[in-house]
């Protein structure tokens, strides 16, 4: 069964700092890799995706997330944080076309500090 | 072209009462899936609808039902409430031919049930 843990269920960085949420993901084959956040009161935004080729890629809002297969992990990244980033923040795993349950992880929510 | 569109976004209800939660799918997008969202339980699918047959089931007891009409549009129904009903019920819809599973999601049915 696929699985995916985000092992950090707060983060509180600076505003203009760089950010890493951290996801880690359990699945038999190639998985699809997605990144979600989540304004209060707000449904799900797609910030990036990944299926294959280049381990890294680029999502919106200056968001970037990088797929090592070796350690089973998709973190998230951003060079500088902006205050309209504070949410929540959610991994998913999703895997054969036809299935098209995507599994999530408990979600990071991040703070934003002037 | 319009997003996800779930109606309502807010209800209150009573313990025994049952309720119905509409989703609009971006046009042109079969699948429609379902998820409850809980604090505790954080995302949680419930089940999947693909041209007007359910594709895929969570592990959720009969109380929770749905269907999907011939337009696409689906409907979820949660007969016989509990105060662990309350949640945030999220919609998705994501296009056959994007074969990987992508999911687009609405803002959500926020569920109270007292």
């Known amino acids: 069964a696929q699985s995916v843990t985000q092992p950090d269920i707060h983060i509180t960085v600076s505003e203009g700092a760089s950010l890493e949420l951290r996801c880690n993901y359990s699945y038999g084959a190639t998985p699809y890799l997605f990144w979600y956040v989540q304004s209060p009161g707000q449904g799900l935004q797609l910030l990036l995706k990944?299926?294959?080729?280049?381990?890294l890629v680029q999502g919106i809002k200056g968001f970037e997330a990088e797929f090592k297969r070796s350690q089973s992990s998709f973190n998230l990244r951003k060079p500088s944080v902006h205050w309209s980033d504070a949410a929540e923040y959610f991994c998913a795993v999703g895997g054969d076309f036809g299935n098209e349950k995507l599994t999530f992880g408990t979600g990071t929510r991040l703070t934003i500090i002037p | 072209k319009a997003g996800v569109t779930q109606t309502p976004r807010y209800l209150i209800k009573t313990r025994g009462q049952q309720v119905t939660l509409s989703c609009s799918p971006i046009s042109g997008h079969r699948s429609v899936s379902w998820y409850q969202q809980t604090p505790g339980q954080g995302l949680q699918f419930l089940f999947e609808y693909f041209s007007e047959t359910q594709r895929n089931k969570g592990n959720f007891p009969g109380r929770f039902s749905g269907r999907q009409f011939s337009n696409s549009r689906s409907e979820m129904n949660v007969s016989t409430l509990e105060l662990g009903d309350s949640a945030l019920y999220l919609c998705a819809s994501s296009s056959d031919s994007s074969k990987t599973g992508e999911l687009f999601f609405g803002e959500g049915s926020r569920l109270t049930v007292l």
């Open positions: 990944y299926f294959s080729g280049d381990t």
